[in-house]
């Protein structure tokens, strides 16, 4: 049985790991209210931006650009978003699981694949199983701008025109709200599914194809940095969550351990009590 000193310094090193945890749930709280905010404030500009590349690929039906034009799939490209860091809870691992799943579906071997890491833990992990990581990026800050996404989102899109892999997959995790995410897999190129809704007619200068031809990189790279700040609120969401049941679960160890010091403390004042009655009464 612990002593009463060992369970007093358990009592301690709790407190103290309950304070860092409580400390790090309120930071991860304040970043998810800003990461939201990007993400939430990004959308007007790709519903926009694909409704305008929809209309423009519609009226551009035999337009033969590389990015529109689906050909034999040899390699497959996985641009893949985790963290650079652990204490995400589920966040990490969701994702990892997710599209490990989806290559064992679609490929036999992994010389099919081609890994794009955006984030330390994904490098780190398909690194370890053996998969080629065509490109990496890591270091990213807690609110990611375009310019820190936009070298590596125009480097993979170049990899698919330049025939290095022949389809793309984007996997993140979409934020739904602080406790909530879903690992979701989109298929960013070749770009066969733009479709629009707007009923807006366009008057094109220069010609469609030469639009397309600068239009169609940055909606790709657009798509990259928008599932990058989705996947940021995601992060710092079950970071928060991680933290505050690291807390609780903190709280209520406390809880036990006070109640077994007591009870420890208790038993010792009981035994001496009783030796000293016992002394006396052996002095009679």
Same mark, same amino acid.
């Given at each position: 049985?612990?002593?009463?000193?060992?369970?007093?310094?358990?009592?301690?090193?709790?407190?103290?790991?309950?304070?860092?945890?409580?400390?790090?749930?309120?930071?991860?709280?304040?970043?998810?209210?800003?990461?939201?905010?990007?993400?939430?404030?990004?959308?007007?500009?790709?519903?926009?931006?694909?409704?305008?590349?929809?209309?423009?690929?519609?009226?551009?039906?035999?337009?033969?650009?590389?990015?529109?034009?689906?050909?034999?799939?040899?390699?497959?490209?996985?641009?893949?978003?985790?963290?650079?860091?652990?204490?995400?809870?589920?966040?990490?691992?969701?994702?990892?699981?997710?599209?490990?799943?989806?290559?064992?579906?679609?490929?036999?071997?992994?010389?099919?694949?081609?890994?794009?890491?955006?984030?330390?833990?994904?490098?780190?992990?398909?690194?370890?199983?053996?998969?080629?990581?065509?490109?990496?990026?890591?270091?990213?800050?807690?609110?990611?701008?375009?310019?820190?996404?936009?070298?590596?989102?125009?480097?993979?899109?170049?990899?698919?025109?330049?025939?290095?892999?022949?389809?793309?997959?984007?996997?993140?995790?979409?934020? /739904?709200?602080?406790?909530?995410?879903?690992?979701?897999?989109?298929?960013?190129?070749?770009?066969?599914?733009?479709?629009?809704?707007?009923?807006?007619?366009?008057?094109?200068?220069?010609?469609?194809?030469?639009?397309?031809?600068?239009?169609?990189?940055?909606?790709?790279?657009?798509?990259?940095?928008?599932?990058?700040?989705?996947?940021?609120?995601?992060?710092?969401?079950?970071?928060?969550?991680?933290?505050?049941?690291?807390?609780?679960?903190?709280?209520?160890?406390?809880?036990?351990?006070?109640?077994?010091?007591?009870?420890?403390?208790?038993?010792?004042?009981?035994?001496?009590?009783?030796? /000293?009655?016992?002394?006396?009464?052996?002095?009679?």
């Amino acid at each position: 049985m612990a002593s009463l000193r060992d369970i007093e310094n358990r009592i301690k090193s709790t407190k103290k790991t309950s304070q860092i945890t409580k400390a790090m749930q309120m930071v991860s709280a304040s970043k998810l209210t800003r990461a939201e905010m990007n993400a939430k404030a990004f959308v007007p500009y790709m519903d926009k931006i694909q409704e305008v590349v929809g209309s423009i690929a519609a009226s551009s039906s035999n337009s033969n650009h590389p990015m529109l034009v689906t050909r034999p799939v040899k390699k497959t490209g996985y641009i893949v978003i985790t963290s650079d860091r652990g204490l995400v809870g589920g966040y990490n691992a969701h994702i990892l699981r997710g599209v490990t799943r989806a290559i064992e579906e679609r490929h036999s071997s992994k010389d099919e694949v081609s890994i794009v890491a955006i984030g330390g833990k994904g490098e780190e992990f398909f690194s370890r199983l053996g998969f080629d990581i065509i490109d990496s990026l890591t270091g990213l800050s807690d609110h990611p701008s375009f310019g820190e996404v936009k070298e590596i989102a125009n480097r993979a899109v170049g990899m698919f025109t330049e025939g290095v892999y022949d389809e793309v997959y984007l996997c993140y995790n979409h934020f /739904i709200s602080a406790i909530s995410s879903e690992v979701t897999e989109t298929k960013l190129l070749p770009l066969t599914e733009i479709t629009s809704a707007s009923t807006t007619a366009y008057e094109f200068e220069p010609s469609s194809e030469e639009i397309l031809e600068v239009l169609l990189p940055q909606y790709a790279e657009s798509l990259i940095y928008g599932a990058v700040l989705d996947g940021k609120a995601s992060e710092h969401a079950s970071s928060m969550t991680a933290m505050k049941t690291a807390t609780d679960n903190a709280s209520d160890l406390i809880d036990s351990l006070t109640l077994s010091f007591n009870r420890a403390r208790q038993a010792a004042i009981t035994q001496q009590i009783t030796e /000293i009655v016992g002394g006396v009464a052996a002095l009679e």
